[in-house]
Each structure stands twice: as C-alpha cells, then as structure tokens.
C-alpha cells in the first residue's frame, strides 16, 4: 500500500487541504486563486509520479477509464483522505481555527448544494480524463492549468452555495481535523463527489470510447 505514488497522493492533498484550511480563513475572497494555484503546482510536481490525483473522486474516475484497478484505486483513497486530515490539521494550528465544509446560508435546499457538488465533481473528473488519459493529448503541457482552473472556477461559482469541496478528501479531511465537525454534511458530500466522478467516466468513454492505450499524467 505504501508507495512513491501515495506518498505523493497523501503529499498533495495535505498541501492543497492545507492551503484551503488557511486561505479561507485569512483570505475568504481571494481563496478561490490560492487553491486554484497552488493545485497546479501540486499537479506539475505529482504527475510524473502518481498522476496527481488529490481526491477520491478522481481516482474512481481513472478506475472506471480503466487505468486504475480497484486495490491500487482504494490505497491512493486512504492516502487521500490521510493527508487532507494532516493538511487540515497544519492549517487549523497556523490559523488558530478550523473551518468545515458547509452549505451556504441562503441555500434552501439541502440537495441544491449537493447537486452542485456533484456537478462541478463531475466537471473535473472529466476534465482530468481528458487532458490526461485521452492518446490524443499525450505529453501534452497545459494538463495541470486545465484543473487548477476547473477548480477555481468552481471555487467561485458555487463555493457560497455547498462549501465548494469537489473533493472527497477535502470535505473528510476538513471535518475529521477540525474534530469530526459537521461530518455528516462532508459525508454526503463526498457521495455526491463520487457520483460526479463516475458519471464522468461514464461520459468520458462514450465520448471517447476508443480501449487502446491508457495514458496518464506521467
């Protein structure tokens, strides 16, 4: 289970996890740019090594693209969700706070938040699918700015509707460090996370269904 690549996976998502822990307390309205950033950075450096997937949802959606089996699939979740609890941790000593992924105030329903969470999952997954498993963009060198803008994007968009998570990782990570605080949100988070992530594949392949070659981001 213990490998390069989920010490890199378990490396990134503490990164991330952690910049998302204090930029939305120091910085609220700039946040959107500190994560977005600093995930690109994390993609480029990760890539060649584990394929730079910092989030669960990912990872099922490269599974399901069938680059991935389900062992190697689940060891690089653990490492995942390990390191968003360690990044939130770090983030929540140097802030003096720790901050949780909730619903926006204003949102009336529950599943509006959701279903945003599930939408933008879905956006990233098959964005990632594409820029980094389709043959056709193989080596390509915009992969990291592709996702790191996605996020950001949605960061934006709908971060005051369902807390802007897209990540299982995230949300867990953000909830268990900050003492298991509005856990049950983050769970159902996370599930629609992982539905956006396997709708994507689902998509992904019948918009590219060709079963050649698998490439990733390394």
Same mark, same amino acid.
């Given at each position: &289970? ?13 990164? @991330? ?18 994560? =977005?950033?600093? @995930? ?5 450096? *990760? ?13 099922? /959606? ?5 680059? &991935?089996?389900?062992? $190697? ?9 390990? *390191?968003?609890?360690? =990044? ?14 909730? &619903? ?6 529950? !599943?509006?938040?959701?279903? /945003? $969470? /599930? ?18 963009? $193989? ?14 994007? =949605? ?8 807390? *802007? ?5 995230? /949300?867990?990570? @953000? !909830? ?10 983050? &769970? ?24 050649? $070659?698998?490439?990733?981001? *390394?």
């Amino acid at each position: &289970m213990i490998s390069p690549k989920t010490i890199i996976e378990l490396i990134g998502t503490a990164i @991330l996890v952690f910049t998302i822990q204090i930029s939305g307390q120091t910085s609220p309205s700039l946040a959107p740019l500190a994560i =977005g950033g600093v @995930l690109i950075s994390i993609v480029f450096a *990760g890539g060649p090594i584990s394929g730079a997937h910092y989030n669960p949802a990912i990872s099922l /959606a490269v599974a399901l693209r069938g680059k &991935m089996d389900a062992k $190697e699939m689940l060891s690089y979740m653990i490492f995942q969700v390990v *390191g968003g609890v360690v =990044g939130g941790f770090c983030g929540g000593v140097i802030a003096s706070s720790y901050s949780v992924v909730t &619903m926006g105030e204003n949102v009336a329903l529950i !599943s509006q938040a959701l279903f /945003a $969470e /599930a939408i933008f999952a879905f956006i990233l997954c098959f964005v990632v699918l594409s820029v980094a498993t389709n043959p056709k963009v $193989e080596d390509n060198h915009y992969y990291g700015l592709a996702i790191g803008l996605v996020v950001l994007s =949605g960061a934006v968009s709908v971060g005051s509707i369902s807390g *802007g998570a897209f990540n299982p990782a995230v /949300a867990l990570g @953000l !909830s268990i460090s900050g003492g298991f605080d509005n856990l049950s949100y983050g &769970m159902m988070v996370s599930v629609a996370n992982l539905i956006g992530g396997a709708m994507a594949a689902g998509c992904f392949k019948v918009a590219i269904p060709t079963t050649d $070659e698998y490439t990733t981001l *390394g």
